[in-house]
């Protein structure tokens, strides 16, 4: 039988949603040993706390972090608020001895990372860091076939993430729903909100990326602050390309920008390998497209492959092989792959020092635009 196990959420905006829907529909599709209970919300916001309680079944509504942790019956805390939030609340959340699922990036910065890495190591608590695109059934089955060495040698890593949702100079910067053009509260623009799910997923089915060199770009140099309502200066990278090699000695170009006219969340990435070929593409995520040279000539190209039978990842929890899966799937799989580790004592990726690697690489990236060199990772 399942045991309950107590979850206290911080941030109920876009994340808030995805994790909750997750919590909620885990133990119907997945029997997992550990059951989630809906136990506070937590939001600066009142109304919208007491809103999202309603919608969710949240059983409590708190609107300060510190109380939340303060509870003994709160034993998984997830951290749903913006970048700058991060690293406070987790650390504290370790402290009191509480399991984390953290939202991404792991920090603002690769200094914040290693003092929450500490914190949850020396704590000895369960964390995962949310880059949930590694839970997408085709991103799974690349993993998969990646390390069943269907692919041989890998030559070449192609990944971007593209969005247009920024162009217009009158968008102002910061507070609610556009912290994330405030350096303050982000830490980064492009590079850590869209570029960090790029390298996670990269360095997951590639290994470590030793070295980068980078551009960035600010197009709107000003932008009126929502809660200062003064015009300031714009501090993220509105639009972010670098070069990358990996230690098994592939080549990489990752690009990200929120000025690709026409693109609202186009993640797509490429590996070329020796043998074989993938890529995958978020717009038409439950299919993965695979190129094998060993195929008859005849009838040799790219497959698109439907990622719904009962053999793929995750696919035999979910409906009937030709019936397909979507986004939130992804927050459902982190959610089930946790509570089945915890309750096994075992460790499940990305955790927070997994997490700091991408963060590493973010920093990295960023001190070569900076510079206009090579930069090593640290
Ligand atoms: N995994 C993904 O694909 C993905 C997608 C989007 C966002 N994120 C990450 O999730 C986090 C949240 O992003 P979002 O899009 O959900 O933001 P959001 O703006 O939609 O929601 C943030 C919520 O946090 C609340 N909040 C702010 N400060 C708070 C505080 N001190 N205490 C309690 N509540 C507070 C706000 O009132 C708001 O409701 C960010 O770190 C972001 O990078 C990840």
Redesign the pocket.
């Known amino acids: 039988m399942s045991k309950p196990l107590n979850v206290g959420l911080?941030?109920?905006?876009?994340?808030?949603r995805t994790h909750s829907n997750a919590y909620r529909k885990v133990y119907n599709f997945f029997r997992t040993p550990l059951r989630p209970v809906l136990k506070a919300i937590?939001?600066?916001?009142a109304d919208?706390a007491k809103t999202f309680a309603d919608t969710w079944g949240y059983e409590s509504v708190e609107t300060d972090?510190r109380k939340l942790l303060d509870r003994k019956d709160i034993e998984l805390v997830d951290i749903?608020?913006?970048?700058n939030?991060?690293k406070e609340i987790a650390i504290a959340a370790a402290k009191a001895g509480k399991m984390i699922i953290c939202?991404?990036?792991l920090a603002l910065n690769v200094a914040e990372g290693q003092e929450m890495v500490a914190a949850v190591e020396k704590a000895g608590v369960p964390n995962l860091v949310?880059f949930?695109y590694r839970r997408v059934p085709a991103v799974t089955l690349a993993k998969n076939l990646i390390d069943q060495g269907r692919l041989g040698r890998i030559f070449h890593y192609r990944a971007v993430f593209l969005q247009d949702w920024t162009i217009s100079a009158d968008l102002p910067q910061g507070g609610?729903?556009l912290?994330r053009l405030d350096v303050k509260a982000a830490g980064s623009g492009v590079t850590g909100?869209l570029l960090a799910?790029c390298i996670d997923t990269a360095i997951w089915l590639n290994g470590p990326i030793k070295s980068v060199t980078a551009m960035t770009e600010t197009f709107i140099k000003e932008r009126k602050h929502t809660q200062t309502g003064k015009v300031e200066a714009v501090g993220i990278d509105d639009a972010c390309a670098f070069l990358a090699r990996f230690a098994n000695g592939s080549l990489a170009v990752f690009e990200s920008t929120r000025y690709a006219r026409g693109h609202k969340a186009l993640y797509t990435f490429e590996i070329n390998g020796e043998k074989a070929s993938i890529a995958w593409d978020l717009h038409d995520l439950h299919r993965l497209s695979y190129f094998d040279h060993r195929d008859d000539s005849l009838v040799r190209g790219w497959r698109s492959i439907h990622v719904t039978d009962g053999d793929m990842p995750y696919m035999n929890k979910w409906w009937v092989p030709g019936l397909q899966i979507g986004y939130e799937h992804s927050f459902v799989h982190q959610a089930a792959d946790f509570l089945e580790a915890v309750a096994k004592g075992q460790t499940v990726g990305p955790t927070f020092r997994d997490a700091l690697d991408t963060q590493k690489v973010c920093e990295a990236v960023l001190e070569s635009a900076r510079k206009g060199t090579w930069v090593d990772v640290a």
């Open positions: 911080i941030g109920c905006g876009f994340m808030g937590c939001d600066v916001n919208k972090w749903c608020v913006p970048n939030m991060h939202e991404k990036p949310s949930n609610d729903a912290w909100d799910h």
